[in-house]
T-cell receptor, first 113, second 110 residues
Framework: EAGVAQSPRYKIIEKRQSVAFWCNPISGHATLYWYQQILGQGPKLLIQFQNNGVVDDSQLPKDRFSAERLKGVDSTLKIQPAKLEDSAVYLC???????????FGQGTRLTVV | GQQVMQIPQYQHVQEGEDFTTYCNSS?????IQWYKQRPGGHPVFLIQ?????EVKKQKRLTFQFGEAKKNSSLHITATQTTDVGTYFCASKAAGNKLTFGGGTRVLVKP
């Protein structure tokens, strides 16, 4: 079974630029999460989808971050414009609705300079 | 919202020794999950506990859920260099919202 795929693996941008991350969850997983993990901290939930609907986006900085999950499969997370404090690893995870475990992708390491 | 706090933040362990890391919540949790993240890697699910006082073992790892379902512990016996990494507790709330603690970073001295 293929795992959660994310791209790109690394991205370096200047502040005020835009960036987008892509995630392809495990086939059949209705729940998709985007997390931000700053170095030395635990993953912070940014947004959670169930199929193509948003379940929770309470910690998403909506003035600069946006996410979508068209057709309930792939998802993109966008930052526009980026700030220095957005430097982090962005992790995508997926899970089955009635199973406990979340499966994580390798993450995208974003550096904003 | 639901928050889980982990202590200690760092744990330096001599190879062969035992250690315990703790996860605490101010509210009652419906479940507790544990994940391991190797350096440079991504979190990997280890286990979920759902019952009050539940204890589960995976080889040298023992996981416990408190009687009041407000705390959990992970105990590792005879630490090995392969145990290096960060251990996170997490909890799934209504709607499958999965919230993580800050993690315990484990370093093993050979």
């Amino acid at each position: 079974e293929a795992g959660v795929a994310q791209s790109p693996r690394y991205k370096i941008i200047e502040k005020r630029q835009s960036v987008a991350f892509w995630c392809n969850p495990i086939s059949g997983h209705a729940t998709l999460y985007w997390y931000q993990q700053i170095l030395g901290q635990g993953p912070k939930l940014l947004i959670q989808f169930q199929n193509n609907g948003v379940v929770d986006d309470s910690q998403l900085p909506k003035d600069r971050f946006s996410a979508e999950r068209l057709k309930g499969v792939d998802s993109t997370l966008k930052i526009q414009p980026a700030k220095l404090e957005d430097s982090a690893v962005y992790l995508c995870a997926s899970s089955l609705v009635r199973r406990p475990e979340a499966f994580f992708g390798q993450g995208t390491r974003l550096t904003v300079v | 919202g639901q928050q889980v706090m982990q202590i200690p933040q760092y744990q330096h362990v001599q190879e062969g020794e035992d250690f315990t890391t703790y996860c605490n919540s101010s509210t009652t949790l419906s479940n507790i999950q544990w994940y391991k993240q190797r350096p440079g890697g991504h979190p990997v699910f280890l286990i979920q506990l759902v019952k009050s006082g539940e204890v589960k073992k995976q080889k040298r790892l023992t996981f416990q859920f408190g009687e009041a379902k407000k705390n959990s512990s992970l105990h590792i016996t005879a630490t090995q260099t392969t145990d290096v990494g960060t251990y996170f507790c997490a909890s799934k709330a209504a709607g499958n919202k999965l919230t993580f603690g800050g993690g315990t970073r484990v370093l093993v001295k050979p």
